[in-house]
């Protein structure tokens, strides 16, 4: 893939992230923010990942951040916004960067939820756009989800898979857009019944975890589900079906076990109690915990 010019609207958490992972594939990077502290300390924050990961350092040295939108976006090849999540600012914010980006620049949200259809409707050229799904950290999780809305043409879909391909992430095609995408309607299937299990009173919070990290856990990363059902069968897959799915969760709305946590202010780390009680230090214990894992995870890819 040739140097591109590529445009970061927003440089929170996700934006630094993003930006980081296409400076160091030799893109020269923009980024924007509305929030003048966020760009101060946007090529820091940068600077402070490629170091602990060890990193090319010279990379931050082609992130410009900048004040100015049209700025950002006016020589972009490619767009992506990573804004908070709100429909109105998104969408307001892509008519905006429309008017002053050239007819062939892609243009992508990094949305966690929101449909990438009602986020690009306002478009005039719609078949530019489309969503690009990151993980967090960008720069640990590999996988970016690439979402095609019924206007998006294969063009625009095919050059944001390499462009991300060559940058060292693993892009997948979504070719509907559905809620949730691919990956957040599977983690919240799991969730469903993981709640619904300890709402139920068959086990507590801490033993639903346990389970996952010390049973199907250890092989998800290299064993996926359907890998799994044909590694299996699918005839035993069916049989077991047959047993449990009625018995499975399937309510169409949320847990009333989880909207009574979040009514009575039991928020999770946030409050230091959700489904468990959490101590600062465990929460930096289990922070750090994951964070030493994607690193182990990257440098074995690598
Ligand atoms: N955090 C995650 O794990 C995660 C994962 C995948 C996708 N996302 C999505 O990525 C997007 C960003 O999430 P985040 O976690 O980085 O949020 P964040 O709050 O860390 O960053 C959002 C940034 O947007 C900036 N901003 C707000 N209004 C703006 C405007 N009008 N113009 C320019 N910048 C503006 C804020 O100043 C901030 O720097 C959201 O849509 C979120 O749903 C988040």
New binding site residues.
């Given amino acids: 893939m040739a140097k591109a010019r590529i445009a970061v609207?927003?440089?929170?958490?996700?934006?630094h992230g993003i930006a980081q992972v296409f400076a160091l594939a030799g893109h020269d990077v923009a980024i924007?923010?509305?929030?003048m502290a966020?760009l101060d300390t946007v090529r820091t924050r940068i600077l402070t990942n490629f170091k602990d990961l060890g990193d090319d350092q010279s990379a931050v040295e082609r992130v410009q951040p900048t004040a100015n939108l049209a700025a950002a976006v006016r020589d972009a090849d490619y767009v992506v916004e990573?804004?908070?999540?709100d429909l109105a600012?998104k969408q307001k914010?892509f008519v905006e960067i429309e008017r002053h980006v050239r007819p062939e620049t892609i243009l992508a949200s990094?949305?966690?939820v929101i449909p990438i259809t009602r986020i690009m409707e306002g478009l005039c050229d719609r078949s530019r756009a489309l969503g690009t799904?990151?993980?967090?950290p960008p720069y640990l999780v590999p996988l970016v989800e690439v979402i095609g809305t019924q206007w998006t043409s294969s063009k625009t879909t095919d050059w944001t898979i390499a462009l991300h391909k060559a940058a060292g992430k693993m892009p997948v095609h979504v070719k509907k857009d559905v809620p949730g995408f691919v990956g957040n309607r599977l983690q919240h299937a799991l969730w469903r019944e993981a709640i619904a299990l300890v709402e139920h009173g068959i086990c507590d919070a801490e033993t639903v975890d346990t389970v996952i990290k010390a049973s199907f856990g250890r092989r998800l990363a290299v064993l996926g589900p359907l890998e799994n059902a044909d590694l299996v069968g699918t005839d035993l897959t069916l049989a077991i079906h047959q047993t449990v799915l009625a018995d499975i969760e399937h309510r169409p709305g949320p847990s009333p076990y989880l909207e009574a946590l979040v009514a009575n202010g039991k928020l999770g780390f946030k409050s230091g109690e959700g489904f468990r009680t959490w101590s600062a230090d465990a929460q930096a214990a289990l922070r750090g915990k994951v964070l030493q894992h994607l690193k182990k995870a990257r440098a074995s890819d690598a």
């Fill in positions: 609207i927003g440089a929170g958490l996700m934006g924007y923010d509305s929030v966020n990573a804004v908070l999540e600012l914010l990094n949305t966690s799904h990151w993980w967090n």
